[in-house]
């Protein structure tokens, strides 16, 4: 199975708000997930970004890859 970490929409229209999530990457966008690993809520000024960076340096250590955008928001 080829996991991979990346972003999943929640809210609503015009009010976005996403979670960082692992899953399989044959999943859509919104479908099931391994596992939740953090949020990021881009409305707020400054943005809130909240991850387990515990879990996510394990995901990437067992083969997940990221998201570009993943990438971006978690340096």
Do not use: Q
């Not at 400054?46 to 960076?53: E, I, M, R």
């Amino acid at each position: 199975m080829a996991t991979v970490i990346r972003l999943t929409k929640m809210g609503r229209k015009k009010k976005p708000f996403y979670r960082i999530v692992v899953t399989d990457s044959r999943k859509k966008r919104d479908g099931g997930w391994i596992e939740s690993i953090g949020y990021y809520n881009p409305l707020t000024e400054p943005s809130v970004v909240k991850c387990d960076t515990e879990r996510l340096k394990y995901w990437v250590s067992v083969g997940a890859k990221m998201s570009d955008r993943v990438r971006a928001i978690t340096k």
